[in-house]
Structures are given as C-alpha cells and as structure tokens.
C-alpha cells in the first residue's frame, strides 16, 4: 500500500497577523513583500523576546558572578542548543555564533583555507553561488596557489554534475562549496551527491545554508558536510547573528580567527593559548541579545513546521510561475517549481529590471532588482541583472496577483 505523507496546510494569513509590518499601506496600497530571499520580516514573537530579555536579563555574558550575568549566559547558551536542535548537530560546542553567513564562510575560509590550501590543491565552488561563498574561496586560493574550479550551470540553471568529472581530473581536490539553495534562482541543489562526491576526492564539504535553513529542514548529520553557514535574518531572526556548524575533530584542529577577549585560555607575555569550542571561534562580546532573538525565531519557524513552509512555497512557486507566464515579454529563470524555493527571478523584454522594481513598487510590491551577488550566474545567463519576487512564510497569494498586476502595468508604460 502506497503511504502518503500529509503535510499541515500552512495558513499563511493567519501567520501574518504575527508580523507588524504587514499593519502598514505603501503608496497607499496593502504591503506586498516579495523580498524576503534578501531578508525576513520580523514577526512579534522575536521582537518580544528581544525586549524580555533587555529589560530582565541583560548584562554581559561568561563573565560576571551576579544573578542578571547569569541570566544572560543562560540566555545565550539556550539560543546555542535551539540552533543545535535545528541542525541535528551531534555537539553543541560546534554552533558558532557569527555576525552572518558571510562571516561564517570566511572564518573557515581563513581559519581552514590559509592553513590547508596550497600550490596543487584545488578550490571547488558552483556558478551559481553568491558572493560571500565565491569571494573569500577565490580570494584564499589566490592567496595559497591553489586552482579554483567551477562546477557549471546547465540550462535550466541547474548544476551540470556530468562537469564533474573533469574538475576531479584536476587532481587534489581539498575543498567543495556550495550552497543548498540558489539566492538567484531558488534551484535545490543535490546536496547530498555532492558531498558523497566531496569526500571521495578527499575533500571537506562546506554548506552555505543562508537559503536553505529558513525554508526547509537542514540536518547537518544526515547531508554529511563538514561546515554549514547560516543567517539569522533570513529566518524571521534579527540581523546581526549568523551561525557556523563544523565538525568538532576540524574545528578543533583550525588556528582561530578573530583574536581577543573572551577566546582566549591565557594570555602570557610570551605566548597566548586558545580557549575550548566555541569560544575559541567567538572573540569579543557575544551578540546576546540577537541570539535570544534567533531562538525565538526558531521557535517559530518550527513550530509553523519547516517542511510545512518548504510546502506552502512550492505551491506559491507554481502558482507565480503560472500566472507570471501571462505577461507578454517575460523571460523566467531557473527550474520548474518542483525543484526550486520560493524564488522567481525573470527579466521584461526591454525594460530594465530597477525601472520594473521601482514601479512596483508604487503598486505596494517589494521585490529586488540586480545582479543579487551572483556576478559569475548573470555572466552564465549574459544579462547584468534580473528582477527576483521571493516568498516566505507569510506570503499569500493575493501578494502575487498584486505582482501581476503591476508587472501588467509596466507592460503598459513600455508597451
Ligand atoms: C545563498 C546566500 N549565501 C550567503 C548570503 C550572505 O548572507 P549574509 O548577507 O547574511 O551574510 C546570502 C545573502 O543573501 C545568500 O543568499
């Protein structure tokens, strides 16, 4: 007997009355926010949690002796187990907390990359990764003299993993990273073959989950990477706090990279020793406040259901790609629905992407135009920029057919 799994339909109006923002007209017209591959709105939950513990509990953390010090490590350290439940990863002295994605991918590319890379080695990345996950490993293997090598695009804006092949001809591959979802496209990366993959050559498998974690279930020990970076604010949390997942035996192994207070064991005048995980990866101040904040956010994305989300947004997928393909001159990228987030990035024939954001936005509708960090993918495509509508958990259909609407009116003042 065939078994189906149900997933709990996600009531995504009743989600929204958690977020203020939505309470608010843009140019008069209700708050379409189709932006949230850039960054989440915010709903009450956190905030409260945020402005609990400022007004009860805070003061500085792993320092003090009195009550509110104590408070606040508690607070700290509980945000640390909500982060390691959410990755199923196996300790929690492997939950970094970091500012951003982006810090966490630098950290391992310095920490990691400046001590294990050199001439011969090979730097494997995707055309299709953001910045943050293409700069620092190309910036490192320039620095070290290792080659760095692509894995490429096919026309679907997928990855081509019959390119495979000839990048491990290469020989001494040290290094795969990649995200899990494409910012730009919203393509579902096949993970888990690429780890497999990354660790038949040898190398350590590093995950850039700033798109992955907020829209689906993220399970460090069943992907099998070695480091996995994520950002708070994509996740309903506040900006200012990512986090970075390694693997305690190459965390342990790694030089740290900022230095300071709080990372340290001791300090002598001829020589300074490194403290125990975490701390060793956290100099400075913690970022207190904004992890009680990213708990919270946890909280609530889970208790919505990760794979209830990853669901509503498959749906809102299908039905943007549907109805976008009635607009006259619209060219859409990447994969068909079933294979991508909640993420829709298309151009207009002969109308500039910012000119398409900008009158969108007098309909009220909040999208992004660029090149979305992607430079190498807008160099695969052979346009400078694309516009892209992304969906979360409070988005509801009426917020696409208000898209359409203004698409349809662009199409007029260009007609
Ligand atoms: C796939 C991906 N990786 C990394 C980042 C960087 O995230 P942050 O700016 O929070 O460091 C982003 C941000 O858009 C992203 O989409």
Same mark, same amino acid.
């Given at each position: ?19 203020? /923002? ?13 932006? &949230? ?19 009860? &509990?805070?003061? *500085? ?16 350290? $509980? ?36 001590? *294990?890379?050199?001439?011969? $080695? ?9 910045? &943050? ?50 910012? &730009?496209?919203?393509?579902? *990366? ?41 950002? !708070? ?8 706090? !990512?986090?970075?997942? !390694? ?50 956010? /946890? ?47 298309? *151009? ?6 910012? $000119?398409?954001?900008? /009158? ?9 135009? !660029? ?45």
């Amino acid at each position: 007997m065939a078994v189906t799994t149900a997933t709990v339909k996600l009531d995504a109006h009743a989600v929204r009355a958690d977020f203020p /923002i939505f309470e608010q007209k843009i140019h008069g017209k209700p708050l379409a926010f189709l932006d &949230s591959a850039a960054s989440s709105q915010k709903p009450r939950q956190m905030m409260e949690a945020m402005t609990a513990f400022y007004s009860t &509990s805070y003061a *500085n953390v792993h320092r003090g002796v009195y009550v509110l010090a104590e408070r606040a490590t508690a607070a700290l350290e $509980d945000a640390r187990e909500k982060v390691r439940v959410l990755l199923n990863a196996p300790d929690v002295r492997e939950i970094i907390f970091v500012r951003n994605a982006t810090e966490a991918i630098n950290l391992v590319a310095y920490a990691w990359g400046m001590n *294990n890379l050199g001439r011969g $080695d090979v730097v494997v990345v995707t055309e299709l990764e953001h910045h &943050s996950n293409f700069v620092p490993w190309q910036y490192v293997a320039g620095k070290t003299g290792a080659q760095f090598a692509m894995i490429a695009l096919d026309e679907e804006g997928e990855l081509d993993l019959s390119s495979l092949e000839a990048i491990a001809a290469q020989g001494n591959i040290r290094v795969v990273a990649t995200n899990q979802v494409s910012n &730009s496209l919203g393509t579902i *990366n096949p993970v888990e073959k690429l780890v497999a993959w990354a660790h038949d050559q040898g190398a350590i498998f590093v995950l850039d989950a700033a798109q992955s974690a907020p829209h689906m279930a993220v399970d460090v020990q069943a992907l099998g990477a070695d480091f996995v970076a994520i950002s !708070g604010h994509k996740m309903c949390g506040p900006s200012g706090i !990512g986090v970075l997942w !390694g693997r305690a035996d190459l965390l342990s192994a790694m030089e740290p990279f900022l230095l300071g207070g709080h990372m340290i064991n001791s300090v002598r005048l001829d020589k300074t020793t490194w403290g125990e995980l975490p701390h060793k990866f956290e100099a400075g101040t913690a970022p207190m406040a904004e992890a009680v904040g990213l708990g919270a956010a /946890i909280d609530y994305v889970t208790a919505v259901g990760l794979d209830t989300i990853a669901a509503h947004e498959h749906e809102l997928a299908a039905y943007a790609l549907g109805r976008m393909g009635e607009i006259p001159g619209i060219t859409l990228y990447g994969p068909p629905a079933e294979r991508r987030t909640g993420i829709v990035s298309f *151009n207009i024939e002969g109308v500039h992407p910012h $000119d398409v954001a900008q /009158i969108l936005d007098m309909h009220g509708v909040a999208i992004r135009a !660029g090149h979305h960090c992607c430079q190498p993918l807008m160099q695969k495509l052979g346009v400078a920029a694309t516009n892209r509508a992304s969906f979360y958990l409070y988005t509801v259909r009426e917020e696409i057919d208000q898209l359409i609407d203004g698409l349809t009116a662009v199409r007029k003042v260009f007609a």
